[in-house]
């Protein structure tokens, strides 16, 4: 039976991960084998003198047990910079998702709201970063006066997630563990980006950076460093080692369950277990129980058959559902299992019409809703499914999926049932009714109907997906090139309006509940590949890019915007569905398929990772709601 998918509501309850975490009262702590030479050398403080004074304790339920502590976990990654996944796979988080997708305190001792604008941080006393110094209010407060708005560290001010309506909120240091961030109107996003994959970290390691920052370091040495690192600025030197999310420097203190030990370039990247980690079982041992967390590069074509020779011990990333069959033959000899996750985005696969593409006729056609919705009607999803994935995906568009309460079928179906005559009779419509010899429509100014879809080249699926749409395209009429680059050319192109359509997956959150931010229905972020320069407009509060002028995308902003504000479960739910409504009718992407199977390659002897779950970026961290910390080898 596939597992049902929880509501994700930006709710914080009580605590509750592999299980319930507590807090330790009183509990005798068991050392860290790999840690007992060193104390007893002195080399390093016991473990109870390294826990916070009230760790988080993690209390198994189900199918999962308490573990032993040691070994190593090898995962292949397909290039340096994504040695950030101990970052998200870790998942360390202020507060954090637990397996039900409520927020729940983490890092944090607790947290008390007032009114969704007012947050009180209550730190866990004697909690200590990865090389043993404490972490207090001071990381914080660095954090806010001296690298978030100090204008020579971050020229443009304080991250826009840090805004509300435009307005910051005033910080203050209650004492040493209490923080508290208010601002002048409601800001229930604040929470949910602490919890993401890819955080908002609003604290840094001070005595760390100090040195590299001027008002704290001392002249002279502060003018080795700069000349030692051949860097013209003294914030740009901080900024370099100021990489809590990128995790490449390992000299930077951290309070992740692993720490990088690897300075890139490298093609081997080792996180060793945190000393000073928050968080321990019933029985008193410190997490994760795993010593090493070790990720190998890999060319990414080749990840799933390293997978399938044994050669990882949990894989999930460049691994598709088209491997399956290659994985299951081969669990005997390479001494693994695969599970199956459910992918949680509203589209697998998705078509995204570049509405700020730069040449004015594919601009006009592309901003006309019956040229959207003539190619989605033009897809065949049955054969893609058939062909793809056995016929268990879902069929339709990019929109939330049955799991989730604000589901309706219409907004699956609308536009997106295969009807190539009716596609045909809108292209008629558009006055693209002339052809060339070879029976491929002519744009008002005579070029062939040539549509380049761009892609970042990373996924087989996304262009089996392409050739199959391709060929029912071309019945209607319509050419279709695949245009593979790496992924930062890809963005870059789209951002630019150089890409008139590109191929990626669609909404991150395909369970959403009532409570849930809407944002990624309305232009809000230049990341959306459909409108970036409507989404860059508001990222930069209207600094550069766009503003929108399509009435539909304008109305979604604004509802965007009243959700925010708006109080009471039935208007927020109101405003859901109306969203819902204008993207199944506008058909601002063209989803393909959903609800695909993700393989999850686990090797024999190791545990507590569940063998059913939900493969989601972001709530989820992909692993990372699961807790890796107490994933643990029998062996």
């Known amino acids: 039976m596939k597992p049902r998918a929880r509501c994700v509501a930006a709710v914080l309850v009580g605590l509750a991960v592999a299980g319930p975490i507590t807090t330790a009262m009183a509990m005798n702590y068991v050392e860290t084998p790999m840690f007992a030479d060193k104390v007893t050398a002195g080399e390093l403080a016991g473990v109870a003198a390294r826990l916070p004074d009230e760790p988080s304790v993690v209390h198994f339920t189900g199918n999962r047990k308490i573990g032993h502590q040691g070994g190593e976990l090898r995962t292949l990654i397909g290039r340096a910079k994504d040695v950030r996944l101990l970052v998200v796979y870790g998942y360390a988080r202020l507060v954090g998702y637990n397996e039900k997708f409520e927020l729940v305190p983490d890092i944090l001792q607790s947290v008390e709201v007032k009114e969704d604008r007012q947050f ?19 990381d914080f407060r660095y954090w806010w006066e001296d690298v978030a708005n100090n204008l020579e560290v971050s020229p443009a001010g304080p991250p826009r997630l840090m805004l509300s309506d435009g307005q910051p909120p005033i910080f ?75 995790f490449d420097n390992p000299n930077l203190p951290t309070l992740q369950p692993w720490v990088n030990r690897t300075r890139p370039p490298a093609t081997r990247f080792i996180g060793e277990r945190n000393p000073y980690y928050h968080r321990v079982d019933e029985k008193g041992r410190q997490l994760p129980y795993i010593d090493k967390f070790i990720m190998i590069v890999s060319d990414g074509k080749l990840i799933a058959a390293k997978a399938g020779t044994g050669e990882v011990d949990l894989q999930a990333r460049s691994l598709s559902f088209s491997n399956l069959t290659f994985l299951r033959e081969n669990e005997t000899d390479g001494e693994f299992e695969t599970y199956l996750w459910r992918i949680a985005k509203g589209a697998h696969i998705a078509l995204f019409p570049n509405l700020n593409v730069a040449d004015p006729v594919w601009s006009k056609l592309m901003r006309d809703v019956r040229f959207r919705r003539a190619l989605s009607l033009a897809v065949d999803r049955e054969a893609i499914n058939e062909s793809l994935f056995f016929g268990l995906a879902l069929e339709g568009n990019n929109t939330l999926l049955p799991d989730s309460p604000l589901f309706r079928e219409k907004y699956q179906k609308q536009w997106a049932e295969y009807d190539p005559d009716l596609a ?5 419509e558009l006055g693209l009714n002339e052809y060339n010899d070879n029976d491929i429509r002519l744009l008002p100014d005579g070029r062939p109907l040539e549509i380049i879809v761009e892609t970042a080249g990373e996924d087989t699926e996304q262009v089996d997906a392409l050739e199959l749409i391709a060929e029912s395209w071309a019945e209607v009429g319509v050419k279709l090139f695949i245009k593979p680059s790496q992924r930062e050319v890809f963005r870059n192109r789209v951002f630019a309006g150089l890409a008139q359509m590109s191929i ?9 509940a009532a409570a849930t931010n809407p944002e990624e229905l309305a232009p809000t972020s230049q990341q959306q ?85 939900i493969y989601n970026w972001d709530p989820g961290a992909h692993f990372g709601i699961y807790r890796p910390d107490t994933f643990w080898f029998d062996r």
């Open 424 to 428: 045909g009779a809108l292209l008629n």
């Open 120 to 138: 009180t941080l209550n730190l866990r006393r004697g909690h200590k970063w990865s090389d043993g110094q404490p972490f207090t209010a001071e």
């Open 504 to 512: 990626w997956s669609g909404l991150e959150n395909g369970v959403a």
């Open 529 to 613: 590949l459909m409108w970036p320069k409507w989404g860059q407009y508001f990222d930069t509060s209207g600094a550069s890019g766009e503003a929108p002028d399509l009435p539909e995308a304008q109305e979604l902003a604004a509802l965007a915007t009243e959700w925010k504000h708006v109080k009471g479960q039935k208007r927020r739910t109101e405003i859901w569905h109306r969203m819902l409504s204008i993207h199944a009718e506008q058909i601002y992407s063209i989803g393909v398929i959903s609800g695909v199977q993700q393989p999850v390659v686990v090797k024999h002897g190791l545990r507590n990772v569940p063998r059913q779950g």
């Open 172 to 246: 203050q240091v209650l004492d040493e563990s209490t923080v508290r961030f208010t601002w002048p109107t409601a800001n229930p996003f604040f929470l949910p980006r602490l919890a993401g994959a890819s955080p908002l970290f609003i604290y840094r390691p001070a005595h760390y950076l100090k040195q590299f920052h001027k008002r704290y370091a001392d002249p002279e040495k502060l003018q080795k460093l700069l000349k030692k690192y051949r860097t013209r600025g003294w914030a740009s030197l901080h900024n370099r080692y100021d990489n809590m999310y990128r």
